[in-house]
């Protein structure tokens, strides 16, 4: 059943606030300190749907695990259960469905790898023919190249190994990680890399959690003899940048705390191209502000291979520059959460903007939202990051509602939120 949610226009967003935890860094986390002898005590860990997938999974495979106020305790190691099937659940999660495919297929036991209708549909192949190189034993139950996946866990040979992470990054860090697992692994790109930056976050991961990671592609993973006794969790800048845009569609001042500066998280790369569009960004050692003046949004061109995830809201934001906007680079959207270029373009095409999706790029032609004083329905595709596109758009364009807008429980449940705490009317 649908539900819907109208947000009431905002004059401007002013004020300061927290951002939620990364979710790249928490689910991260949360499998190296699972992968670890002694406990690792993860500090203030994202609480969103997918990262409860995960730890569950983690949880069913032998983790232990202690809950504090704003904080987890793990450690392995992990297992399969003794003569039995062990079902891991991904939900809605690519990122959970494809690091646990890599470790389930480094650890003893049986698992079959599950996860939504959606999840079904997204690319697995060539994660798991990159770990039957290594020795894996994985059969697909559904179609080819996609979940169920069956897997007999077992030590996985040493690479090398190359894999093709033109249409995800995961594929590429979910066998860094496995080299936590056990023996050592080298990791090569067969071709260009979607999402890089995110390749730089698990490197960084994988450190922070002692490991050894030698070179920038190809990669050399060594387990390490020691973990940390704990782990801050960085803020997330995919949950930042709607914030920031949003200071540039309405006007105003945002002040977002919990962001280190300067940050591998993959989304940062998309500041700079909020500042082309007239955004004034300020970064300090912990903190990002934005500030703008109403209407003064100029179009823009720029590549966002790296920063898929902030494609929605940047695109929103284009979508009050008068001008023509253009994306390049993020024909990897097609296999998110939703077929996003095409989300995406239905949403701003519902809401008064012109906008066209082809292989790889994504045009705006932007100017138009808020002209019309009819009723306008936000398609959202049950889509997180869509839905916080959608969110956007109704700070200015009246009438207007948000179809499941509870989807952004995957990543940012408070969004709404705190959109609204920012909002001044």
């Not at 190691?77 to 999660?93: C, F, H, K, Q, W």
């Not at 569009?277 to 050692?285: A, F, L, R, V």
């Amino acid at each position: 059943m649908k539900s819907f949610l109208a947000f009431p226009p905002a004059r401007e967003l002013r004020g300061s606030l927290r951002v939620p935890s990364s979710k790249s860094a928490t689910n991260r986390a949360l499998l190296l300190a699972a992968l670890s002898e002694t406990p690792v005590r993860i500090e203030r860990p994202l609480q969103s749907e997918d990262t409860r997938a995960l730890l569950a999974c983690l949880m069913a495979m032998g983790a232990c695990v202690v809950r504090h106020a704003d904080a987890l305790s793990l450690s392995g190691p992990l297992r399969g259960s003794e003569g039995a099937l062990t079902v891991l659940d991904a939900g809605e999660s690519g990122t959970a469905a494809r690091f646990l495919t890599a470790a389930a297929a480094a650890t003893p036991g049986r698992f079959r790898v599950v996860g939504s209708a959606r999840l079904s549909e997204r690319p697995m192949g060539e994660l798991a023919g990159a770990l039957r190189a290594l020795g894996a034993d994985i059969a697909e139950e559904g179609a080819a190249g996609c979940l169920p996946l069956a897997i007999r866990g077992t030590t996985l040979g040493g690479g090398p190994v190359s894999v093709d992470s033109s249409r995800s990054s995961q594929f590429l860090s979910a066998l860094l990680l496995a080299g936590a697992a056990g023996r050592s692994i080298e990791v090569s790109a067969a071709g260009p890399v979607a999402s890089l930056p995110y390749v730089a976050m698990t490197v960084e991961s994988l450190r922070a959690f002692g490991h050894r990671v030698d070179g920038t592609g190809p990669w050399r993973v060594e387990r390490g003899a020691h973990s940390p006794e704990r782990y801050d969790t960085p803020g997330d800048f995919s949950s930042a940048v709607p914030l920031l845009a949003g200071a540039g569609i309405c006007g105003g001042e945002v002040r977002l705390t919990g962001l280190p500066w300067p940050s591998a998280d993959a989304d940062a790369l998309a500041l700079p191209i909020l500042t082309s569009m007239g955004i004034e960004i300020s970064t300090g050692e912990d903190e990002i502000s934005a500030r703008a003046d109403r209407g003064k949004l100029s179009p823009v061109s720029a590549g966002m291979t790296g920063c898929p995830d902030a494609v929605p809201a940047v695109a929103a934001a284009a979508a009050f520059a008068p001008g023509r906007s253009r994306f390049e680079g993020v024909a990897h959207l097609r296999w998110k959460e939703s077929d996003r270029l095409e989300a995406l373009s239905s949403l701003l095409r519902h809401g008064g903007a012109g906008a066209t999706a082809d292989a790889g790029e994504l045009t705006v032609d932007g100017g138009g939202v808020g002209s019309s004083s009819g009723l306008a329905f936000l398609p959202t595709a049950g889509d997180h990051r869509i839905a916080m596109a959608a969110g956007l758009l109704s700070l200015v364009r009246g009438r207007a509602l948000i179809e499941n807008p509870d989807c952004v429980a995957k990543s940012y449940p408070g969004f709404f939120r705190d959109l609204e705490a920012l909002s001044r009317r």
